[in-house]
Every structure is written in structure tokens, then in C-alpha cells.
């Protein structure tokens, strides 16, 4: 496959990712506090999906594993928002299936080698451990989200 276009799909879902801040930070000034429309969850959905399909391609499992993490919750806060059921049901079966099956397609191929998950040379060991204590850190932030929103039934 086209390294471009692999690299494109990239920029897309991180270009998603940076957009949906800039709209959680204008909602939340227009409603003089902290909020988090469907927008930002719908926004961070797609852009996850589209991160998934780039390390499909790049063969890089740790950006899938750090995608399906908080892919789910973002699925969650359209639901509890009440908007996920006026996606249409083909697009939330698919939506709701995909990292799955990639993960399933990749397994069954042997498309990983999980010693490289580790082993970069070109990357000092300390690097490598911020960046995953970064990783889970930065994560958190979003499974934390998700248990206030299941205890008080609402999106926060």
C-alpha cells in the first residue's frame, strides 16, 4: 500500500483528534463550563476509527491497543448522551465490531511481532518508558471520564 496514503489517513484522524478539542473548548465557553458534546465524542470515534486502519496498515500494534482502550468509551458517551441510536444500525454494527475484527484478521495473519513493541534500538530505554507511562497516564484520563459517567448515568 501507498505509504502516502497510509500516512494521510494518519494526519486525518489527528487533525479529528486536535478539531474535537477546539470544539469541547468552544462549547465549554459558550456554556461557561466544562462540557463534552456529541460532537466531541462522534468526532473522537471516527478519528480513532481512522487510527485503527493506520496501524492496520503501518503493522503497529501499540497504536491499536492505545485506540481500542478508549474506543469503546467513546461509543459509551454517545449512548449515554442518547445520540448513538440515531446513527444508522449498519454503521454501529459496524462501528461497534471493527476493532475486533481487526485485531482478529491481524492475529490470524501473524501481522505482529511483539518483541518490536519493545525492542527499538533507535529509542533509549528511558524515552520508551515516559512515553508509556505518558500513554497510560493520558489514557486514564478517559477510563476515569467513563466511571464518573456510568456512576452518575450521564456524559460528563
Do not use: C
Amino acid at each position: 500500500m501507498n505509504n502516502y496514503f497510509i500516512y494521510t489517513i494518519g494526519l486525518l484522524a489527528q487533525l479529528l483528534f486536535s478539531f474535537r478539542l477546539l470544539v469541547q473548548w468552544i462549547s465549554s465557553e459558550k456554556e461557561k463550563k466544562v462540557v463534552a458534546p456529541s460532537l466531541f465524542w462522534m468526532l473522537s470515534l471516527i478519528a480513532s476509527f481512522l487510527f485503527f486502519i493506520y496501524g492496520f496498515f503501518r503493522n503497529d500494534f501499540s497504536i491499536m491497543l492505545g485506540q481500542f482502550i478508549t474506543y469503546y468509551i467513546y461509543i459509551r458517551n454517545l449512548q449515554l448522551q442518547n445520540q448513538w441510536h440515531k446513527i444508522q444500525k449498519g454503521i454501529r454494527i459496524l462501528f461497534i465490531n471493527f476493532p475486533l475484527i481487526i485485531l482478529i484478521i491481524t492475529f490470524l495473519k501473524g501481522g505482529f511481532d511483539f518483541t518490536l513493541l519493545f525492542n527499538k534500538e533507535f529509542i533509549p530505554n528511558w524515552l520508551l518508558a515516559l512515553g508509556i507511562v505518558s500513554q497510560l497516564l493520558f489514557t486514564f484520563r478517559f477510563i476515569y471520564q467513563w466511571m464518573v459517567s456510568e456512576k452518575d448515568k450521564l456524559s460528563q
